[in-house]
């Protein structure tokens, strides 16, 4: 599981969702992991390679649009 605190500025506008970026650390290519944004601040992972090490970001949803994305994970 992965998860994160709500971002300190909303620009104005609520958050609405959110998306959880990953990438192997072996690589330069980040993937959005979920296709729809979710509500909540926690995001259980699914379908890793197994022995692989990877880092995560998360991109915040609000009705103006969405954030650049957040300090990935060490």
């Given amino acids: 599981s992965v998860s994160w605190a709500r971002p ?3 620009g104005g506008s ?4 959110y998306y959880v970026e990953r ?3 072996s690589t330069e290519k980040w993937v959005r992991h979920n ?5 909540t601040t926690m995001f259980n992972v ?3 390679i197994p022995n692989a090490e990877y880092m995560f970001r998360v991109v915040a ?7 650049e994305p ?3 994970s060490e």
């Fill in 8 to 10: 300190r500025d909303d």
């Fill in 14 to 17: 609520r958050v609405t969702g």
């Fill in 23 to 25: 990438r192997e650390v």
């Fill in 35 to 39: 296709k729809t944004h979710i509500t």
């Fill in 46 to 48: 699914t379908g890793l």
């Fill in 61 to 67: 949803q609000n009705d103006i649009g969405q954030s």
């Fill in 70 to 72: 957040g300090p990935a």
